[in-house]
T-cell receptor, first 113, second 115 residues
Framework: KAGVTQTPRYLIKTRGQQVTLSCSPISGHRSVSWYQQTPGQGLQFLFEYFSETQRNKGNFPGRFSGRQFSNSRSEMNVSTLELGDSALYLC????????????FGQGTRLTVV | AQSVTQPDIHITVSEGASLELRCNYSYGATPYLFWYVQSPGQGLQLLLKYFSGDTLVQGIKGFEAEFKRSQSSFNLRKPSVHWSDAAEYFCAFAPSGAGSYQLTFGKGTKLSVIP
């Protein structure tokens, strides 16, 4: 059974640009969550999608957005990139929204220069 | 406020020694609890989870954790550490109520293993 797949694995962008990251969940999983990991702030919740709807959002500016498609694949977008957006972005998939565990992908390493 | 505390930022143990990583949480009810491990540059791998029932849970790679409600703790243990266990370990919880799936993570404990 394939795990969570995130693409691309590495990205280098210039300040002010925008970026789109992709996540394909485990087959059959309907919930996809995104997390940002930085050395200073640790792992922080960005948002959660279930059945193509954003169900929960963390404390991040509106430059961070996402969506989920009918096949449960998800994308997140960051516009007007700032140096502080450099981080490892992790996607997690879950079978449902409660009483279950989350499985993480390898992450996308975003570097903003 | 809901939070997870991992008091130890870095722990060094000798190979073959026992290990205990501490985790305390702050939440109004009994949460769902997890331990994840992360190797450098990699994603998070689930070691074990606690939802309800037996407070001693077994996980992969020989790890176990014990939930203690009175102490709001969920400490991770391993009787004999292997060099390949060197990594960063994260404790996390999710609210136990339905309709909300958001993990709150501790800051992590980095484990170094001396051969």
């Amino acid at each position: 059974k394939a795990g969570v797949t995130q693409t691309p694995r590495y990205l280098i962008k210039t300040r002010g640009q925008q970026v789109t990251l992709s996540c394909s969940p485990i087959s059959g999983h309907r919930s996809v969550s995104w997390y940002q990991q930085t050395p200073g702030q640790g792992l922080q919740f960005l948002f959660e999608y279930f059945s193509e709807t954003q169900r929960n959002k963390g404390n991040f500016p509106g430059r961070f957005s996402g969506r989920q498609f009918s096949n449960s694949r998800s994308e997140m977008n960051v516009s007007t990139l700032e140096l502080g957006d450099s981080a490892l972005y992790l996607c997690a998939s879950s079978l449902r929204r409660a009483n279950t565990e989350a499985f993480f992908g390898q992450g996308t390493r975003l570097t903003v220069v | 406020a809901q939070s997870v505390t991992q008091p130890d930022i870095h722990i060094t143990v000798s190979e073959g020694a026992s290990l205990e990583l501490r985790c305390n949480y702050s939440y109004g009810a009994t949460p769902y609890l997890f331990w994840y491990v992360q190797s450098p540059g990699q994603g998070l791998q689930l070691l074990l989870k606690y939802f309800s029932g037996d407070t001693l849970v077994q996980g992969i790679k020989g790890f176990e954790a014990e939930f203690k409600r009175s102490q709001s703790s969920f400490n991770l243990r391993k009787p004999s550490v292997h060099w390949s266990d060197a990594a960063e370990y994260f404790c996390a919880f999710a609210p136990s109520g339905a309709g909300s799936y958001q993990l709150t993570f501790g800051k992590g404990t980095k484990l170094s293993v001396i051969p």
